[in-house]
């Protein structure tokens, strides 16, 4: 079956725009996860959604927001871009949150 | 690649001998724990899995080792294989959070 699917892998944004980031979970997974991986901080989470619904909250600030469709597929969106959100983003998908499946990333650098 | 962590602590172990990475978590009320491997450029992969009522799991070539006692996980490979040079992170979740905690991390670098 088919992996979780980000896109796009790579992306490169300039401090003050915004960016949204897509992920397509595994086929009847409705868990999507989403994290932000650096070099200083780890792997932090930073929400997950259900059926629609964003149902957990990690501690970022306001400027990170994420939506799911009916599909289940997820998108995040990050405004006003800071040089310290260049990051690797990682979606994953679960079954009744066992089995967290991630996908490649998107890696967004901000300049 | 993708630089995953760069003071991450590193095991060196020759190919064909066995590796124990070792994880210590914090919160006592984790009920499912999970390794991941991740290489340069790629996400997590899903190695193996334990939850709190075991204090063994075993699987190809990897034993994943909980200990609640004192809030230790390890994972083993046993004949370790230039294939798994990577980072190897623990991951834990209480079943209602719905989300996972990392831990900081591991570079595994295996010799010839």
């Known amino acids: 079956k088919a992996g979780v699917t980000q896109t796009p892998r790579y992306l490169i944004k300039t401090r003050g725009q915004q960016v949204t980031l897509s992920c397509s979970p595994i086929?009847?997974?409705?868990?999507v996860s989403w994290y932000q991986q650096t070099p200083g901080q780890g792997l932090q989470f930073l929400f997950e959604?259900?059926?629609?619904?964003?149902?957990n909250k990690g501690n970022f600030p306001g400027r990170f927001s994420g939506r799911q469709f009916s599909n289940s597929r997820s998108e995040m969106n990050v405004s006003t871009l800071e040089l310290g959100d260049s990051a690797l983003y990682l979606c994953?998908?679960?079954?009744?949150?066992?089995?967290?499946?991630f996908g490649s990333g998107t890696r967004l650098t901000v300049v | 690649g993708e630089s995953v962590g760069l003071h991450l602590p590193t095991l060196s172990v020759q190919e064909g001998d066995n590796s124990i990475i070792n994880c210590a978590y914090s919160?006592?009320?984790?009920?499912?724990f999970i390794w991941y491997k991740q290489e340069s450029g790629k996400g997590p992969q899903f190695i193996i899995d334990?939850?709190?009522?075991?204090d063994k799991r075993q699987g190809q070539r990897v034993t994943v080792l909980l200990n609640k006692t004192v809030k230790h996980l390890s994972l083993q490979i046993a004949a370790t294989q230039p294939g798994d040079s990577a980072v190897y992170f623990c991951?834990?979740?209480?079943?209602?959070?719905?989300?996972?905690?990392f831990g900081t991390g591991t570079r595994l670098q295996v010799t010839l």
């Open positions: 994953a998908s679960s079954l009744q949150g066992v089995g967290y499946t």
């Open positions: 086929s009847g997974h409705r868990s």
């Open positions: 959604y259900f059926s629609e619904t964003q149902r």
């Open positions: 919160n006592s009320a984790s009920d499912y």
């Open positions: 334990i939850r709190s009522n075991m």
């Open positions: 991951a834990e979740n209480t079943g209602t959070a719905s989300k996972l905690t």
